[in-house]
């Protein structure tokens, strides 16, 4: 599989992840102990992670999956994804462990009906 086609990621990002996830991918924050934790954070450090997100939702939250498009795309979609600020790196910080991470509670920085 070729590697991710940015542009074509970003047009998809921006399409439909940035509903939730804002346009910079910072509007949904995961981290804890004043470590963010953004989309970008997790792609540029668990890329396989967010691959699977991108293709198969998170669960237990509201969140789409892109298994009704082409693999590309998710792939694109992935390579954008790892172009978005992560915050940790500007801040000089790490982005959480794997073993650290709470189970995935939401907490919304605004929130969608339920
Ligand atoms: C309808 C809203 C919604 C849309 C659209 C959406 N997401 Fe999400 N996403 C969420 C929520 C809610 C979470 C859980 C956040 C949390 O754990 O606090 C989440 C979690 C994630 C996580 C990982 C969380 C973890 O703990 O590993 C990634 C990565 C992610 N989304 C990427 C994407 C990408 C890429 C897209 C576009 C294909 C997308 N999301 C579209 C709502 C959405």
């Not at 970008?40 to 396989?48: F, I, M, N, R």
């Not at 998710?74 to 959480?96: F, I, S, Y």
Request: glycine share 8%.
């Amino acid at each position: 599989m070729k590697a991710g086609d940015i542009e074509r990621g970003k047009a998809i990002f921006q399409t439909i992840c940035a509903t939730c996830h804002g346009f910079d991918g910072k509007l949904l924050d995961w981290g804890e102990e004043g470590r963010h934790a953004y989309v970008g954070t997790e792609a540029a450090s668990l890329p396989d992670e967010v691959f699977n997100k991108i293709l198969n939702s998170h669960p237990d939250v509201q969140m789409v999956n892109l298994r009704a498009f082409p693999v590309e795309d998710a792939a694109a979609v992935l390579a954008r994804a790892a172009t978005l600020p992560t915050e940790c790196q500007r801040a000089g910080r790490q982005a959480v462990p794997r073993g650290k991470r709470r189970p995935s509670r939401v907490r919304l920085t605004h929130r969608t009906a339920r």
